[in-house]
C-alpha cells in the first residue's frame, strides 16, 4: 500500500489489495501450509460409464511416499453420504452431488475413482498412473445435439404463457434456432482445498470458494458437525466466474483422506481436471419466434430452450427467463427442457442463463430489424419499458436509453452500413452491432462487524468471499463515503466463516447486500458518536444527534463546524477503547419490494471479417453499463473489460470438445480451449450511466459482473452478420461458419 495514499479520502481509486496480490504476499488456497501436510491426487476414469469390477491399489500404494490410496472399498463411512433419511443423523443432510470415493460407479469420463495421498505433490502424482481400474462399460450418451431431437430424453419442461395472443398484422417475424456449446470458466487458480482435523470434532478448512459460509454449512450437514466446529478460510480467490460456488468433490475428498491418515491433507486439481470436476455452462439449443407489425411493436415471443444436465442432478438456469421481462410484448410463451446426458453437473457460470438467452433474443431482434427495416437500436427503443411486463411492478430504474446513446455516438453508428456487406476496408469487410444484458439486482442478508479504536482506526469484518471483482475495495470505499473518513484508515476484512454471516459472492449480489450492511454499520457508529459527543463532550451538551455530523473524523454541528470532537479524543473523553457493534441487514423493505430491480448494459463493437478467409477481429469495442452508483471505477471499468474478453471468448473460439465415441473431453486445456488473446482484445471504452438506483437499496448501487458478459456475443454475432451478410447462430463463430474454408496448415 503505497504511504502517500493514507490521507486520501474515498474518491482514491486504486485496489486495497492490489499490492499485496502483485507481489506475491497475498496467500491463495494451495498456498497455505500446515506442520505435517500430506498431499493428494485424484485418480480419473477413463470410461464415461460403467462399473469398476476390480481396482487394483498394490502397485500405486508400493511408490516412493505414496501413504494411502483411497477408493469405494477403503472410503470411511461419511454421514451426509447416507442415502437413508431415516439412518441419517438429525443434523446432517445428504451430500448433493457426486459422491467421490463411494461406490465403483462411473458416471462421467474423468470421475474421480480413487485418491492418492503422499508426502509430496510429485509422490502422489507420480502413483496416479499405477492404480488399474478393471470396468464393466455401460452405454452412454454425451452427444446433445443428437439426444435432444428424441424427446423422450427431456425431462423438467417449464413452461410460461402471458398474453390473450396477436391482434394486429405482422408485418415481419423471426423464427430461428441458436446452439451454444459448453463453456468452462478457466480461472487462473486451481480449485484447492487444505482438511485439517483439529479434533475429532473440529475441522478447519482452507478451501477455494466464492462462499466461506455455504462450505461451511455444507461440510457440518455432510460430516455430523456443529456448524461453529467447521472453519473454512477463503480470503484470496484467483478468479472463479461461479465454478466456486458449491463444494465440488475435492471438497469431501480431502476431508476424508485428512481423517483416515489422521493429519492435514491439501488436494488441488489438475488444470485438465477443471475442465470436468467444477462445473461449466451446458450445452443450449434454443429457438426464438418474434413477430412485430409494421412500426416495429412486438407482438409476440416465443422462446424455448433446451439445455444437458447429468443423469444424478437437475441443473436449470434462467435461459428463457429475459424474453419475459426484457421488452413490452403482451404475447410470452416461454419453454425449458433439461436433456441429461452421461457428463459431470453443470454450474452457473458469468450470467448463467441470461448470458445464453439473451444471445438468442438479441440475435433475433437484430434479424428482425433488418426484415423489418428499422435501426436495431431504434427497434429497441420501440419496445423499451419502464414496468417489468412480467411482474408489472416498475423497474427502480432502467437507463438502457442513455447507454444507447452513449454507445451509438462512440462506436460511430453512423458509418454502420444499412445493407450488410457492404462496408470494406482494405480487403477487410467492416460492420457494426449491438446488443443488450440485462441481470437481476438483489439484496440479501448480511451481518458486519465493525470496531471503531481509539487510534482512529476503522475494522470492518463479513464473512463474504472476494473472487476477484474488488469487494474489499467497494466495501472500503462505501464504509469510508459513508464515514467520512480516509480510506487507509479502513480495514475490510473478509474470507474466513468465523466472521460474521454474509453471502456466497455471486449473481451480482455481493455490493448491493454486503455494501447496504456496511453503510448501515457505519451510519450505526456515527449515531454512537453522536450519543457519546453529547454526554461527554461539553460543547455538544444539550444538543441532538439530528443536529450533528460524522465527518473528517471529528463529530461536528452541522450549522457551525467549527464546533467539533475529533473521534480519537472523543472516545479518549468518554474512556472508551473502542465501538464495537455487529450490524444485521436485511433483504429489501416493503418499499424497495415495490420495485423490480435489474442491472443492464448494452454493448457496441466494430468488427472486420477478412473478406479472403473468414478471419475476425474485433475492432473497437464500446461497453456500457447501467448499475446504479459506481463505487469503485476502477474495479468497475476491470469487471467490464473482464465481461468484454469473456465475451469475445464466447462469441468467437470457446467451445468444450467432446469425443462422443469415449465421452471423454479433447480439449481440456488451455492450449486447445481457445480463450481470446491479448493481442485479440481491441481498444476499449467501458462507461456507465452511474446513476444511483436508491429505489433499489441506499446505497444506489446494483450489481456489475453478469451484465459486463450478457448480450456481448450477441453483439459481436450481429456485427459480424452486418459485415458480411452471414449470420450465424451457433457459436462460436468461426470462418467456416461464415462459409470460408479453411486452408490447410
Ligand atoms: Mo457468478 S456465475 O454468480 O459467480
Known amino acids: 500500500m503505497n504511504t502517500n495514499n493514507m490521507n486520501t479520502i474515498f474518491w482514491e481509486d486504486e485496489r486495497v489489495d492490489g499490492a499485496d496480490k502483485v507481489t506475491g504476499k497475498a496467500k491463495y488456497t494451495a498456498e497455505h501450509s500446515l506442520p505435517n501436510l500430506a498431499y493428494a491426487v485424484f485418480v480419473t476414469s477413463n470410461i464415461a460409464k460403467g462399473n469398476i469390477k476390480n481396482l487394483d491399489v498394490s502397485k500405486a500404494l508400493a511408490m516412493p511416499g505414496v501413504l494411502d490410496v483411497i477408493y469405494y472399498a477403503n472410503c470411511p463411512a ?53 492404480v488399474k481400474p478393471d470396468y464393466e462399460t455401460e452405454s452412454f450418451e454425451t452427444n446433445f445435439d443428437k439426444a435432444r431431437l428424441d424427446a423422450a430424453n427431456l425431462k423438467s419442461p417449464f413452461n410460461y404463457k402471458r398474453g390473450a395472443g396477436i391482434t394486429k398484422t405482422i408485418a415481419a417475424n423471426v423464427d430461428a434456432e441458436f446452439n451454444i456449446p459448453i463453456e468452462v470458466h478457466n480461472p487462473m487458480e486451481l480449485q484447492a482445498t487444505i482438511a485439517y482435523w483439529e479434533a475429532e470434532d473440529k475441522l478447519l478448512l482452507y478451501d477455494k470458494t466464492q462462499g466461506p459460509k455455504s ?174 411486463p412480467e411482474n408489472k411492478l416498475p423497474f427502480s430504474d432502467n437507463n438502457l436509453k442513455a447507454c444507447y446513446d452513449y454507445g451509438k455516438e462512440k462506436i460511430g453508428w453512423k458509418n454502420r452500413p444499412i445493407v450488410p456487406g457492404t462496408l470494406k476496408e482494405n480487403g477487410w469487410l467492416i460492420g457494426y452491432g449491438m446488443a443488450v444484458g440485462v441481470f437481476g439486482a438483489g439484496k440479501g442478508s448480511a451481518s458486519v462487524r465493525v470496531v471503531l479504536s481509539n487510534d482512529g482506526k476503522l475494522l470492518l ?89 460524522v465527518k473528517n473524523e471529528m463529530v461536528v454541528l452541522k450549522t457551525d463546524t467549527t464546533k467539533n470532537i475529533d473521534i480519537i479524543g472523543l472516545l479518549k473523553l468518554a474512556n472508551q477503547e473502542k465501538i464495537d457493534l ?58 467490464m473489460l473482464g465481461g468484454v474478453v469473456g465475451g469475445i471468448g464466447m462469441a468467437l473460439s470457446e467451445k468444450l470438445e467432446l469425443d462422443h465415441s469415449t465421452g471423454q473431453i479433447m480439449n481440456a486445456s488451455f492450449g486447445a480451449y481457445h480463450v481470446p488473446l491479448h493481442s485479440q482484445i481491441p481498444k476499449t471504452d467501458a462507461w456507465f450511466v452511474n446513476k444511483p438506483d436508491m429505489n433499489m437499496n441506499d446505497i444506489g448501487a446494483k450489481g456489475i459482473g453478469e451484465i459486463a458478459l450478457i448480450g456481448f456475443a450477441a453483439a459481436i454475432a450481429n456485427a459480424v452478420y452486418n459485415a458480411t451478410g452471414k449470420r450465424v447462430r451457433d457459436l462460436p463463430i468461426t470462418p467456416d461458419k461464415l462459409g470460408f474454408k479453411v486452408a490447410k496448415a
Open 78 to 130: 461419511v454421514p451426509g453420504y447416507s442415502t437413508n433419511s431415516v439412518e441419517r443423523p438429525k443434523n446432517v443432510s445428504e451430500w448433493r452431488g457426486h459422491k467421490v470415493l463411494y461406490d465403483n460407479k462411473v458416471r462421467f469420463f474423468g470421475q474421480p475413482i480413487a485418491l492418492i495421498v503422499a508426502d509430496s505433490f510429485e509422490n502422489a502424482n507420480a502413483a496416479v498412473r499405477f
Open 215 to 388: 462450505t461451511q454449512s455444507v461440510v457440518a450437514r455432510t460430516f455430523g458437525l456443529p456448524e461453529k466446529n467447521v472453519r473454512v478460510i477463503a480470503e484470496n480467490v484467483g478468479g472463479a466466474f461461479g465454478s466456486s460456488l458449491r463444494s465440488w468433490s475435492n471438497v469431501p475428498a480431502a476431508c476424508i483422506a485428512a481423517k483416515k491418515l489422521n493429519r492435514p491433507v491439501k488436494l488441488v486439481l489438475t488444470r485438465p481436471q477443471m475442465f470436468s470436476l467444477i462445473g461449466y455452462r451446458p450445452q443450449s439449443w434454443q429457438k426464438v419466434n418474434i413477430a412485430a407489425d409494421a412500426e416495429g411493436n412486438f407482438l409476440s415471443i416465443n422462446h424455448e430452450a433446451i439445455s444437458n444436465t447429468s443423469r444424478y442432478e437437475d441443473f436449470r438456469e434462467g435461459i428463457v427467463d429475459v424474453s419475459k421481462f426484457l421488452y413490452a410484448c403482451d404475447n410470452v410463451t416461454t419453454k425449458y427442457s433439461l436433456l441429461p446426458l452421461d457428463l459431470s453437473t453443470p454450474i452457473w457460470m458469468r450470467g448463467p442463463g441470461e448470458a445464453t438467452g439473451c444471445f438468442a433474443l438479441e440475435s433475433a431482434i437484430d434479424e428482425l430489424s433488418y426484415k423489418l427495416k428499422i435501426d436495431p437500436i431504434a427497434l429497441r427503443i420501440k419496445n423499451f419499458t419502464t414496468i417489468n
Open 461 to 549: 469484518e463479513c464473512a463474504v468471499s472476494d473472487m476477484g471483482p474488488g469487494t474489499t475495495t467497494s466495501m472500503t470505499k462505501i464504509a469510508a463515503e459513508a464515514m467520512q473518513m480516509p480510506i487507509g484508515k479502513i480495514k475490510f476484512k473478509l474470507g474466513d466463516s468465523d466472521l460474521p454471516p454474509g453471502p456466497s459472492q455471486g449473481g451480482s449480489g455481493t455490493t448491493s447486500t454486503v455494501g447496504s450492511a456496511v453503510d448501515l454499520a457505519c451510519k450505526t457508529v456515527q449515531q454512537k458518536l453522536k450519543e457519546l459527543a453529547i454526554q461527554f463532550a461539553s460543547s455538544f451538551a444539550g444538543l441532538t444527534a439530528d443536529l450533528m455530523d
Open 582 to 639: 455487529i450490524i444485521n441487514s436485511s433483504g429489501k423493505t416493503p418499499e424497495q419490494l415495490k420495485f423490480t430491480s435489474n442491472s443492464f448494459s448494452a454493448h457496441f463493437v466494430k468488427v472486420a471479417v477478412n473478406a479472403k478467409d473468414g478471419k475476425i477481429k474485433i475492432l473497437e469495442v464500446v461497453t456500457t453499463g447501467d448499475a446504479g452508483k459506481i463505487i469503485s471505477p476502477k474495479t468497475a471499468r476491470s469487471q
